[in-house]
Structure formats: C-alpha cells, structure tokens
C-alpha cells in the first residue's frame, strides 16, 4: 500500500484504522438521517462524512439533465473561506454521461475511473494539496439525479472504497425514502419523514416479528432504523451501555449481522449478506 493510502486526509499523517474508520461511519449515518428528518442541517451531516472519510470537502449536489444544470444543495469544507474553498461540482467533468447512468449507492473514484482528470480538476487538487476525489450516488436518475462529491489528501484504497460503499447503502436508503415522501425539488429538504417510512422497506420490523424479537429488542431496532445513535439510545430509552450492549449481541444473532453498519442496513431494507463487512476488517465497537 502506498504511502499516500496509508494515510489519510483530516490532518498529514494520520493512519487509516478501519476499526476507527466504522463507528464514525455510523455516527456519520446517524447524523445523516436527522438532516433527512430535517432536524439538522445537511451541512452538519456532511462535516461527520468528511470526518468518517478522513475527506477535505464535501458537496451534496442535485443534477438536472433539463435544463442541463448542476445545483448545490449543502456544502462542508475544512477550509472554508481560505482560497480555493469547494465552490463548484467536478462529477460530471470527470465521469461524463456514465454518471448519468450509475447505479444507485455506486462509488465512483477519481483514481480509479480517470487518473488523469481533467485540468480544472488538476489545478483544484493542486492548489489544496488534494489526491483523490469520488462522487457517492445517492439516488440514480436520467432526467435528475442525487449524489456527494468528496475529496481527499489521499488516494482511496480499495478497503476504505469497500467501507465507504457500505455505509453509502444506507445513506442511499434514507434519502431516497425521503425524496419518496415528499417528492423531487427544492422543496425535499427542511422537511420531516413520517415514522413509518423507514419501516415500509423492512420485514425485519413488521407487525409478525419473523425474527422474534423481544419488546426490548423490537424498540432498539425501531430506533436505530430511524437514525439514532447508540449513545443517544442509551439516554432516551433510559439503558445502561452495557445493557444495550447485551440488547445488540441478542439482535445481532436473530438477524444474522455482526455490526451495526450491517444492522442498520438490514433495518433500513437491505439484505444482510449484502451488508458484510469486508474480510479482515474488526467488528464495530459499541461505542456511541
């Protein structure tokens, strides 16, 4: 592994620990889903994407094949302020129309798809000391499309690809509910998500409790499919950390996950045998 993979981006030098790397996803994933329910600003679920990527700068972007447009929807940047701060999109620069055609919850990686990049790119990176840019689709589309733009002060490898993948599963899910709920355009953000939406997509938490989960059980899943993290599961339902841990261990074998970026995804509508983590990575630690 080279130098520059080995190290990552929110401060030179710092190693990539993918132990470390998933609790912050999930953490990313819990803020995540308030900004989808409207009680925090994307801008705020963007800041906890960058600090789980180890990323520079962060956009969530709307593109609109008519008029031919690209809008920003919320934006994170380290060095905001300072020059060359994120200003403008690079997906469609850099991808072209197969972005156009991407799949949902597809990671598509600068270094990967297009090394070369293009000059404006190049001249971006450059000036901010910048390796590496991906673009994570949200919610695929022709005619309008969702996705974050991300860069780093590093080149992304492939386990930290893998990670970033998973995590986007969700992030996925949870957007595209919401942009189910309350429709395309402007109007989708600011806007809080019904309860029960989450709950459509997943058999896990229907009224036949196929898994037989206890009451306890039962609520810790409701919970975590609508965004809330560990920590803050422990004080609203009133559980000792190491009572919720054993809460987790039970679900963890009715639902056959082993972490809970797996769980979560499985909550959230997923397959749980999509969700594995990639092999040699440690089990999530339970912390919140």
Not at 236 to 263: C, F, M, Q, W
Request: hydrophobic content about 40%.
């Amino acid at each position: 592994m080279s130098s520059d993979s080995a190290s990552w981006g929110a401060g030179p030098g710092t190693p990539w620990d993918p132990v470390v790397s998933i609790p912050l996803w999930v953490d990313a994933i819990s803020v995540w889903c308030e900004a989808v329910r409207g009680e925090v600003p994307f801008d705020a679920a963007l800041a906890r994407v960058l600090t789980a990527s180890k990323g520079e700068a962060a956009m969530l972007v709307r593109r609109r094949a008519w008029p031919g447009r690209h809008e920003l929807i919320a934006r994170c940047d380290w060095r905001e302020g300072q020059t060359n701060s994120l200003s403008t999109t690079f997906g469609n620069e850099i991808f072209g129309e197969d972005l156009a055609r991407a799949r949902g919850s597809s990671v598509w990686v600068q270094s990967v798809y297009n090394p070369a990049g293009t000059e404006a790119l190049r001249e971006f990176h450059f000036s901010r000391d910048l390796k590496d840019f991906a673009v994570l689709v949200l919610s695929p589309g022709f005619m309008e499309s969702y996705h974050l733009e991300l860069h780093f002060r590093h080149v992304l490898s492939p386990m930290a690809i893998d990670i970033m993948t998973e995590a986007l599963g969700v992030l996925s899910r949870n957007w595209k509910s919401h942009v189910r709920t309350k429709g395309s355009g402007s109007n989708i953000l600011g806007n809080d998500v019904g309860e029960g939406s989450y709950l459509e997509n997943s058999k896990t938490l229907s009224d036949a409790n196929p898994l037989g989960l206890t009451k306890a059980e039962f609520r810790v899943c409701f919970e975590l499919s609508q965004g809330r993290s560990v920590h803050r599961l422990c004080a609203e339902l009133n559980l000792a950390p190491s009572t919720l841990k054993a809460h987790l261990r039970s679900i963890y074998g009715k639902t056959d996950t082993s972490n809970l970026v797996e769980l979560i995804f499985l909550l959230n509508g997923g397959a749980a045998a999509e969700a594995r983590t990639p092999k040699g990575i440690a089990n999530l630690s339970e912390r919140g």
